[in-house]
């Protein structure tokens, strides 16, 4: 057995690699405004493909081919984070993702959501806080992996 960049364990021969994943990041600092779902805007391939990386007017959107995806987010979340949440959005459905009632600074939630599309589609993952919050670089993580049938 493997482990992916998040730590997550995987069984060799299960996923597939090269393009067929990628582990981005956003290696930037960014603002985060109160109450409002914000989606994040990732900026580096950490490990994996470059074509997973979102471009162009939907810097948050992933986009994703037909097929069943694995998508492993980690979220540290600075102070003063309140009532803070995760959710996957996808192009038909959303997914509440983990909650932090509240964060003293460097805490952080991880999850992982099975993804199916019949057709190419995309994913985003957005975040929430009642605080605003200055999102410092690299407390956003995502490991987009397909998965073989």
């Given at each position: 057995m493997d482990r992916n960049p998040l730590g997550n364990w995987l069984v060799?021969?299960?996923?597939?690699?090269?393009?067929?994943f990628a582990f981005l990041s956003r290696a930037g600092a960014w603002s985060l405004s109160a109450s409002t779902y914000t989606?994040?805007?990732?900026?580096?391939?950490?490990?994996g493909s470059s074509a997973l990386l979102p471009a162009g007017g939907t810097?948050?959107?992933i986009p994703l081919g037909a097929g069943s995806w694995r998508l492993s987010f980690r979220q540290t979340w600075p102070?003063?984070?309140?009532?803070?949440?995760?959710?996957?959005v996808l192009p038909t459905t959303e997914y509440q993702g983990e909650f932090m009632a509240s964060s003293a600074g460097g805490q952080g939630v991880s999850g992982t959501?099975?993804?199916?599309?019949?057709?190419?589609?995309?994913?985003?993952?957005?975040?929430y806080s009642t605080a605003a919050?200055?999102?410092?670089?690299?407390?956003?993580?995502?490991?987009v992996e397909r998965v073989r049938s």
């Open positions: 060799t021969g299960v996923l597939a690699s090269g393009p067929e989606g994040i805007q990732w900026d580096t391939v950490v490990d810097p948050a959107r102070s003063p984070a309140a009532a803070a949440r995760v959710k996957i959501v099975p993804v199916f599309l019949a057709t190419p589609g995309w994913v985003e993952v957005h975040l919050l200055s999102m410092p670089a690299d407390y956003s993580a995502v490991l």
